[in-house]
């Protein structure tokens, strides 16, 4: 399953954000020092945020979304910046909210999380 996209070409809209969280551990040694290390590499985060969505791209997105719910929740993403496939991304919490505003115009908030290997 692949990430929808709008009707442009493009995955996603002003107001990308970008992460990476680092899993880490503090080993503590009998003399009291400390030293951390990397458990594993971090994990990438996008927050997708979609405004001025027509009918048809809102539709596109909830269907995305209640179809990954129903299946093993894993998708395809394309990172806009970099260009870069991640073959294994997982939306990220448990709530979703899709709104349609003014003459059509709609909005969506998409926190997604590159799974670990």
């Known amino acids: 399953m692949e990430f929808p996209l709008l009707k442009t070409g493009a995955v996603a809209q002003d107001g990308l954000e970008i992460g990476r969280r680092r899993l880490t551990r ?8 400390e030293q951390t290390v990397k458990v594993r590499r971090g994990q ?33 993403f394309t990172d806009p ?3 870069v496939r991640h073959e294994a991304c997982r939306l990220e ?18 926190r997604i999380v590159e799974e670990a290997a």
Do not use: I, P
């Open 44 to 76: 990438r985060r996008w927050t997708v945020r979609l405004t001025q969505l027509d009918e048809a791209e809102l539709a596109r997105v909830a269907e995305f979304v209640e179809t990954l719910r129903g299946e093993t929740g894993s998708f395809a």
């Open 93 to 110: 919490g448990s709530e979703f909210e899709l709104r349609l505003v003014e003459m059509g115009g709609g909005r969506a908030e998409l």
């Open 26 to 33: 503090v080993l503590r040694y009998v003399d009291g020092s």
């Open 81 to 83: 910046r970099s260009g």
